[in-house]
């Protein structure tokens, strides 16, 4: 270690030469060169991801510790600086930009830096002298980024939905289903191709919105299955170069434990590192998700349209004044968010399988990009969801009036009377109906085409708009 006299910084060595580095921070130079070398986007790592990849880092310590890879000090040290971190510390010392050096090798010398600097300082010794502990000799023993970061991802990805998306879609599936309880008795008038349709319940629409998101989450949680394979333990191509025989088996053993899930070494650890198919997929599967939350609130907005020129058929909670310069405006903010995030998660997808099909041979370099791209998506869609649930779902409050007036003044109601008058006399009644503004009760009594009793049974709303008992 070359002495310098500035006590703010030390200086640290690498293949390439020296740099000064600042002596508070953990990270090494390395992680210097990669902020000097994309200074993109100003985006860091997400958290999740942070975690990802310390979990990883702790199992692949205490397994090369058992294994007699590293030593049992070096191990114990590392594994308690994992644990530093897992708690909340030293967060703010994963610095590089999301946008940077393919596979990930910059954020994962973060990493390892950080790691190796914070078990230094555990065993008495400076920072920056790798002697006693090295990033790539101890901390990565046995590793390398091509196969500890689509590791990481399907990890990061793993806590992602277990603690963002599936709480918030539980939490919205349950809400929809109180509101389709509260709403049963209510009948309000059909809508196909934004015109009028026969009657439904409007409870109903509520409960088909939540078995909609119920069937996305199925899918998800299916999806999700492709990521318990890990390639971790084929180090730089898929042969375990490097690895103890035993290590692989260890290291998912350990990450199971760590986060739940029956995790397990992929049957083939090349193919498990140079396909992102397990990444897409569920990348699809969220694209699929956001499709239909699009679609939900633009019914919320839809139905909430008014005060006085709209449907106004349910009424969403005003959270916010919805103009600058018309008073007393409320819009339908948190519906609108929704659409936004949606959009974005679409565009994610697209830039995922993009990433995906373009590794080359024996590793897909874009993997930064995914990452990211993958878990924040998931965990924009679970705060969104979250909100609209709270914010908005369980807020929403009916139009009986409005509902039943639309429904008896629907020209779609002479639908039920085509097995008893014939299509083409509906049709004339529908058409006389809208030229004259007679009700289509009065013009089929009129004509004599049905009795008034027999009328009355088969344009009741209530029944018209019953669905069928399974």
């Known amino acids: 270690m070359k002495e310098i006299k500035d006590s703010n910084?030390?200086?640290?060595?690498?293949?390439?030469?020296?740099?000064?580095?600042?002596?508070k921070v953990y990270y090494g130079i390395q992680t210097l060169r990669a902020i000097e070398n994309f200074p993109i986007s100003g985006i860091k790592p997400l958290p999740t991801y942070i975690d990802a990849c310390i979990l990883i880092k702790k199992a692949t310590a205490i397994?090369?510790?058992?294994?007699?890879?590293i030593p049992i000090d070096i191990s114990q040290a590392i594994v308690q600086a994992t644990d530093e971190i897992l708690k909340g510390q030293f967060r703010d010392q994963f610095v590089v930009d999301v946008y940077q050096a393919g596979a990930g090798t910059s954020h994962h010398m973060n990493i390892n830096e950080v790691l190796a600097n914070r078990a230094l300082e555990i065993l008495g010794k400076e920072k920056?002298?790798?002697k006693k502990v090295?990033?790539?000799?101890?901390?990565?023993?046995?590793?390398?980024?091509?196969?500890?970061?689509?590791?990481?991802?399907?990890?990061?990805s793993l806590l992602a939905l277990e603690h963002s998306l599936y709480p918030a879609l539980d939490m919205a599936i349950a809400t929809l289903q109180t509101k389709a309880d509260e709403f049963q008795d209510i009948v309000k008038s059909g809508r196909t191709h934004m015109q009028d349709?026969?009657?439904?319940?409007?409870?109903?629409?509520?409960?088909?919105?939540s078995q909609i998101l119920r069937e996305h989450q199925r899918r998800i949680k299916t999806a999700e299955q492709d990521l318990y394979n890990l390639g971790l333990g084929g180090s730089a191509t898929g042969t375990g170069l490097n690895t103890h025989p035993n290590y692989r088996y260890r290291v998912a053993e350990l990450l199971a434990e760590f986060i739940g899930k029956p995790l397990q070494p992929a049957p083939h650890l090349m193919a498990a590192m140079q396909s992102m198919s397990p990444m897409v997929s569920v990348s699809s599967s969220l694209r699929n998700l956001a499709q239909d939350l699009v679609k939900i609130s633009h019914d919320l907005r839809l139905m909430d349209s008014g005060p006085k020129t709209g449907l106004k058929e349910i009424q969403l909670p005003p959270v916010q004044p919805g103009s600058s310069i018309m008073p007393g405006k409320y819009n339908p903010v948190m519906a609108e968010m929704t659409s936004m995030v949606c959009f974005q998660v679409m565009g994610y997808d697209s830039a995922i399988a993009l990433a995906a099909q373009a590794g080359q041979l024996e590793l897909n370099v874009m993997m930064p990009l995914i990452a990211y791209d993958l878990i924040h998506s998931i965990e924009i869609l679970g705060n969104t969801i979250k909100a609209l649930s709270e914010r908005c779902l369980a807020g929403i409050t009916a139009r009986r009036d409005r509902c039943l007036s639309y429904a008896e003044g629907s020209l779609a109601l002479v639908t039920a009377l085509n097995p008893h008058i014939g299509y083409l006399n509906a049709a004339a009644v529908a058409k006389e109906s809208l030229e004259t503004g007679k009700s289509i009760r009065e013009i089929v009594l009129a004509k004599g085409l049905i009795t008034e009793a027999e009328l009355a049974q088969v344009l009741d709303l209530e029944k018209m708009s019953n669905l069928p008992i399974n």
């Not at 910084?9 to 002596?23: A, F, H, L, N, V």
């Not at 397994?63 to 890879?69: I, P, S, T, V």
């Not at 349709?197 to 919105?209: C, K, Q």
């Open 9 to 23: 910084y030390r200086i640290e060595k690498d293949s390439m030469g020296e740099k000064q580095i600042p002596t």
């Open 63 to 69: 397994a090369n510790g058992e294994l007699d890879c």
């Open 128 to 130: 920056g002298n790798y």
């Open 134 to 156: 090295s990033p790539n000799d101890h901390v990565n023993y046995g590793q390398s980024t091509n196969d500890v970061i689509p590791t990481a991802i399907r990890v990061g």
């Open 197 to 209: 349709a026969v009657p439904v319940r409007l409870g109903e629409g509520f409960r088909a919105w």
